[in-house]
């Protein structure tokens, strides 16, 4: 049967250091605050100038993913890239990717998931292997938040949690009768949720013209968030879709090698973690340093977990969950070969 396995992984995040004590300095919060609401003590932005989109750091996570795996370019059969701020308004990020990896007729596909991206993202990969569509593919979450939330009082539930970055890995179809690769997923979507986390502007529903001046001075092209209802439903989902995931893949968290969640939140993962009853060194967080990269913070932290040798090198069996805008969750179980 041909499964999916990984290949490599990469990622990126830019030099450009920002603290909570930076942040007090554009609004009013405190680094207190910030630590103990989230568990965040930096994040990453991009550089003031230069023009850098989520293609850009999308292409140096992808630029590692693709050395690990030997592979060139050329060799991929498609590009699936995840982000909820895109270079442009379209097209999308992918074929930005596409043409600065110096690819001329490769397909590139854009999912709008947002921190659930790259849950998505793996699962499609998973599908288009299976299918015999593709054999490699160069699956990418990368976000450029930085340069689209609001650098005011009035923003700094969202500006504090947000961090620029970008994860990437190269997925591979291998025949084989092996209990390897995607062991189980679920995947799920609640559109009634979907303005508790939204940037609404510009948008094709409002009419005679879909961005003006007014909407502007609103500050409706920032991020708004019902922090606390999507608090809520992280802290119910994450446990519930997880336990699906054990119970279709026949296993027990036990058996899980490393969790790793997205990385919305320190104190959202904590409850998840005791509800689980995941022991430490089982867990994986990063948000202390990075900030909530949305679709960048799973391939991410799966780089970092892979580097710092926290799994065993062959057959580990890892744990990914998260929870995001639209409202989307998910879970899924890999395996290494
Ligand atoms: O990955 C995308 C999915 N997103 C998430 O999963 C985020 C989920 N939500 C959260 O992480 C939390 O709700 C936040 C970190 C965003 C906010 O924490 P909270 O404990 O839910 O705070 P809150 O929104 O209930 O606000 C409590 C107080 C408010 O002041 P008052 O009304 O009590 O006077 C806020 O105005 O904290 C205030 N506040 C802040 N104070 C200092 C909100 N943001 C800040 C801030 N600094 N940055």
Redo the contacts with the bound molecule.
Sequence with gaps: MTKMVIKGTGRYLPERVVTNDDLTKI????DE??QQ??GIEERRWVPEEGNVGASDLGLEASKIALSRAGWEPKDLDLIIFGTLSPDLFFPGSGCLLQSKLGLKSTPALDIRQ??TGFLYGMEIADAYIKSGYASRILLVGAEVHSTGIEMATRG???T??FGDGAGAVCLEGVETDENVGVLATSLHAQGDHAEA?MVEIPASRISPTRVTHEHLDEGRQWPK?D??N??KL?VKRLPEVSQTVLDKAGLTIDDIDMVIP?Q??L??NQFFQKSMNIPDEKIFNNIQKYG?T?AGTIPIALDEVIEQKLIPEEKSTLLFAG???GVTWGAMIFRFM
């Design positions: 609004m009013d919060t405190t605050w910030i609401r989230t947002q921190c700094r539930d969202v504090v949690i986390l968030m922090g606390r999507i608090f992280a997205h919305a939140n104190r959202i909530n949305t929870l995001g805008a």
